[in-house]
C-alpha cells in the first residue's frame, strides 16, 4: 500500500429546477495519475450527458482538465462507479405542494469509507497527519486478513471455522508487527504468496488455500489503497435550489448557491449527507386569497351598510 501524492479539485454544480429536473456538472482537474484512477469517477450514464477531457500547463506543470455535464429527469439518481472501490454517491430530491407553497427538498450522500471503524489507527494517522508512519500498518495488514478469511468462511459459519480464523489472524498479527520498514514491506508484498504459504506453515495449509487468501486479500487492499487515494482529493459542491433556501448544512452560502467544501476526513466513517430545502410561494394563488378575502369584506360592510340605513 503506497500513499499517492498528486492532487485533485473535484468541482460539482447542481442546479434542481422547479419541474423536477436536476442539472449537475462535474469539473476536476490535477495530476493525470490522480485523474484517471479509480477513487472519484465522473458518470456516464447515456445520451443526455457528455464528458470532455482536455490538458493544459500551470507552473510548469501537466494539469490534466475532465469536465462531465448531464440532465437528470428522475428524482433519484444513483451512481455505482465501475470499480468497486471508487466513491459511490445518491442524489435524491422531492418537493411537498401545499396551498400556497411548493417546499423543494435536496439530499445528496456520499458512502463512508469505514476508516475509523474497520482501522482505527490509521484513522488516527490520518487526522494528524502523520500517514507516513508505519505504527499503523501492522493493523490495517491485520484487517485485511481477517476480512479475507471472512470472505472464504463457506456457509453456514460455525463457531469452529470463525475460531480457526481467529487463530490465523492472531498469527498473522503477530508476523506483521515484526514489519519494521517499507523495505520489508516491499519484500512482503513481491513475494505476497511465499510470504502467507511460510507464515502458515504451522498450520499445515494447502498451497491452493494460502493463493486463494492472497487473492482475497488484494480485492480490500484496492479500496484501502483508493481510500488513501482520496486523501489528496478536495471536494467543493455547488447546489442552486429552486426559490428560497429555508434550511441546510452547507459550509457556506454565495448569494443564492449553497456550497460544500470537504475532503477525505468527512468521509472516513460513515455516510456523509448534504442537505438542503427550499421554498417557492404560489402568489397567483395568494393573490387569489386575497382578491376573495376583500370581495367577502366588501360584501359583508354593504350589508351592514344597507342594514344602517334601514
Known amino acids: 500500500m503506497i500513499i499517492a501524492g498528486a492532487c485533485v479539485e473535484n468541482l460539482i454544480f447542481i442546479q434542481l429546477h422547479p419541474d423536477g429536473q436536476t442539472y449537475m456538472r462535474f469539473h476536476s482537474q490535477g495530476d493525470s495519475t490522480d485523474i484517471w484512477n479509480d477513487d472519484f469517477q465522473h458518470p456516464f450514464t447515456g445520451r443526455n450527458w457528455s464528458?470532455?477531457?482536455?490538458?493544459?500547463?500551470?507552473?510548469?506543470?501537466?494539469?490534466?482538465?475532465?469536465?462531465?455535464?448531464?440532465?437528470?429527469?428522475?428524482?433519484?439518481?444513483?451512481?455505482?462507479?465501475?470499480?468497486?472501490?471508487?466513491?459511490?454517491?445518491?442524489l435524491k430530491r422531492w418537493t411537498i405542494r401545499g396551498r400556497f407553497s411548493s417546499n423543494h427538498h435536496f439530499e445528496m450522500t456520499f458512502d463512508g469509507r469505514q476508516i475509523k471503524s474497520d482501522y482505527p489507527l490509521l484513522y488516527q494517522a490520518i487526522l494528524s497527519e502523520k500517514m507516513d508512519s508505519l505504527h499503523w500498518l501492522p493493523e490495517a495488514l491485520t484487517v485485511i486478513i481477517d476480512k479475507s478469511l471472512m470472505d472464504l468462511i463457506s456457509e453456514p459459519v460455525t463457531i469452529k471455522n470463525q475460531q480457526w480464523n481467529q487463530r490465523l489472524v492472531n498469527h498473522f498479527r503477530n508476523?506483521?508487527?515484526?514489519?519494521?520498514?517499507?523495505?520489508?514491506?516491499?519484500?512482503?508484498?513481491?513475494?505476497?504468496?511465499?510470504?502467507?504459504?511460510?507464515?502458515?506453515?504451522?498450520?499445515?495449509?494447502?498451497?491452493?488455500?494460502?493463493?486463494?487468501?492472497?487473492?482475497?486479500?488484494?480485492?480490500h487492499e484496492e479500496y484501502l489503497?483508493?481510500?488513501?487515494?482520496?486523501?489528496?482529493?478536495?471536494?467543493?459542491?455547488?447546489?442552486?435550489?429552486?426559490?428560497?433556501?429555508?434550511?441546510?448544512?452547507?459550509?457556506?452560502?454565495?448569494?443564492?448557491?449553497?456550497v460544500w467544501s470537504f475532503g477525505l476526513d468527512s468521509l472516513l466513517n460513515g455516510k456523509f449527507i448534504?442537505?438542503?430545502?427550499?421554498?417557492?410561494?404560489?402568489?397567483?394563488?395568494?393573490?387569489?386569497?386575497?382578491?376573495?378575502?376583500?370581495?367577502?369584506?366588501?360584501?359583508?360592510?354593504?350589508?351592514?351598510?344597507?342594514?344602517?340605513?334601514?
Open 51 to 90: 464528458t470532455r477531457t482536455s490538458q493544459k500547463i500551470r507552473n510548469g506543470d501537466s494539469i490534466w482538465v475532465r469536465n462531465t455535464k448531464g440532465l437528470i429527469r428522475d428524482s433519484i439518481f444513483v451512481y455505482t462507479p465501475e470499480s468497486p472501490s471508487g466513491l459511490s454517491y445518491k
Open 274 to 310: 448534504l442537505q438542503a430545502e427550499s421554498v417557492i410561494y404560489d402568489t397567483e394563488n395568494t393573490e387569489k386569497i386575497i382578491i376573495l378575502g376583500v370581495f367577502i369584506l366588501l360584501i359583508f360592510f354593504s350589508l351592514l351598510l344597507i342594514r344602517q340605513f334601514e
Open 225 to 258: 489503497q483508493t481510500s488513501l487515494d482520496l486523501d489528496d482529493d478536495s471536494f467543493e459542491i455547488k447546489v442552486l435550489m429552486p426559490g428560497q433556501v429555508v434550511s441546510t448544512n452547507s459550509s457556506s452560502l454565495n448569494q443564492d448557491t449553497l
Open 175 to 219: 508476523t506483521f508487527a515484526r514489519i519494521q520498514s517499507l523495505a520489508d514491506l516491499k519484500q512482503m508484498q513481491n513475494n505476497r504468496i511465499n510470504y502467507i504459504i511460510n507464515t502458515l506453515k504451522p498450520f499445515q495449509v494447502d498451497t491452493s488455500f494460502s493463493e486463494t487468501l492472497a487473492e482475497t486479500m488484494t480485492i
